[in-house]
């Protein structure tokens, strides 16, 4: 109970901030987008990563409002980015389970769009399979109006839930990640390297955009770009870093 009302003046009083982990192309080395990542920088707790509240989050209400800042986050620094002449790059933002039943969504986004001079291209919205198959009718509705205005649209955490291949065939997506959960053991001539390579091919074959998430090792690397996953995100290229720490990495790739 007191971290909920933390959490509430927390979100109040600026105390959240946007990390931000670099998407790369191995073939060029190069940063090719970033998932901004929220962490709560707590005045005695230091700081702390969002699986920890996150959930609080989800069960208190307060998500929306967290929701709130995360896109303004988001998208002010999209705004900044673009002002100091920095490659411009599109961002992905995690979404909750709750997001895609919010009516104002659309909305929401696109007086952002107007407030911070954006084109939705600019944004990546991450969704979890697990949130679209909650009402995976509703879901493709809305899905398609965000793709029709222009906004990415990414399949967080892919092979963790539930969907079919015949919804991810329906799914107005134009990404999708494997999660790191296949990407651990991949190089070891297991079963989750035949998963994730097959989740390789399937993207591809469905024509979208395959990211793997979670890459910490260069066997682990070089196993997913032999089999055409050449967009890579983890540890290896590099950790969620701060604000400055991202904008000079960008700054010196320019
Ligand atoms: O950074 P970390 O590994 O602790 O993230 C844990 C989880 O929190 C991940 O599943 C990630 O998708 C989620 N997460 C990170 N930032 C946000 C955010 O801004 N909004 C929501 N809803 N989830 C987030
Ligand atoms: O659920 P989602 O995919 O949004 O979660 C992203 C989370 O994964 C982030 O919170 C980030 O801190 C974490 N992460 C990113 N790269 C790596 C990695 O290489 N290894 C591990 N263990 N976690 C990572
Ligand atoms: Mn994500
Ligand atoms: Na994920």
Request: net charge negative; proline share 5%.
């Amino acid at each position: 109970v007191l971290l909920e009302t933390e959490l509430r003046q927390a979100i109040q009083t600026g105390q959240l901030c946007l990390h931000y982990q670099p998407k790369v192309d191995v073939r060029s080395g190069r940063i090719v987008g970033a998932e901004a990542l929220v962490r709560w920088s707590h005045p005695q707790r230091g700081l702390i990563p969002p699986g920890h509240f996150i959930p609080l989050a989800e069960e208190s209400g307060l998500i929306g409002p967290l929701t709130d800042w995360v896109l303004h986050a988001a998208c002010g620094s999209l705004r900044r980015w673009a002002d100091a002449g920095l490659p411009e790059l599109p961002l992905s933002v995690n979404l909750p389970a709750s997001s895609l039943a919010d009516e104002r969504l659309l909305d929401q986004l696109a007086a952002l769009m107007q407030r911070y001079r954006l084109r939705p291209s600019n944004l990546m919205l991450e969704l979890t399979e697990t949130m679209l198959m909650r009402d995976i009718g509703a879901a493709i509705g809305v899905l398609e109006r965000l793709r029709d205005q222009g906004y990415g649209l990414a399949l967080d955490d892919f092979g963790t839930g539930y969907s079919s291949l015949n919804y991810l065939k329906r799914l107005p997506v134009s990404e999708l990640k494997i999660d790191r959960a296949f990407v651990i053991d991949v190089a070891r001539g297991g079963r989750d390297g035949a998963l994730a390579a097959a989740v390789i091919t399937l993207g591809r074959e469905l024509g979208l955009q395959v990211v793997a998430e979670g890459v910490e090792t260069e066997e682990q690397s070089e196993f997913l770009r032999g089999r055409g996953c050449v967009l890579q995100q983890g540890y290896l290229h590099s950790r969620p870093v701060a604000q400055g720490e991202f904008e000079a990495m960008m700054r010196s790739q320019a």
